[in-house]
């Protein structure tokens, strides 16, 4: 039996991948690194835009990025 923690984790995961999928296919699109950065922030705000106001928005955005840059830092840059 899985807990509550565990089956949100799992939910994550499933969302992550389809992003990243869905990262590849925006690669295949365009070589600009700037329209994919954009069009990404504006799927956030999308998701969001019904519910909050855009101020609120940029503020989960930056609560994220606290969260996930400290994980990027500690990784090295891998070698293309």
Do not use: R
């Not at 329209?35 to 955005?61: C, R, S, T, Y």
Request: glycine content about 2%; hydrophobic content about 40%; proline content about 8%.
């Amino acid at each position: 039996m899985t807990t509550p923690m565990e089956e949100n984790f799992k939910y994550y995961k499933k969302a992550e991948k389809k992003a990243l999928e869905i990262l590849a296919e925006m690669k295949a699109t365009t070589p600009k690194k700037m329209d994919i950065e954009l069009a990404l922030l504006v799927a956030l705000f999308e998701l969001h835009k019904d519910d909050m106001p855009a101020e609120a928005i940029g503020e989960i955005v930056q609560g994220h990025l606290e969260q996930v840059v400290p994980y990027y830092t500690s990784q090295p840059p891998k070698e293309t």
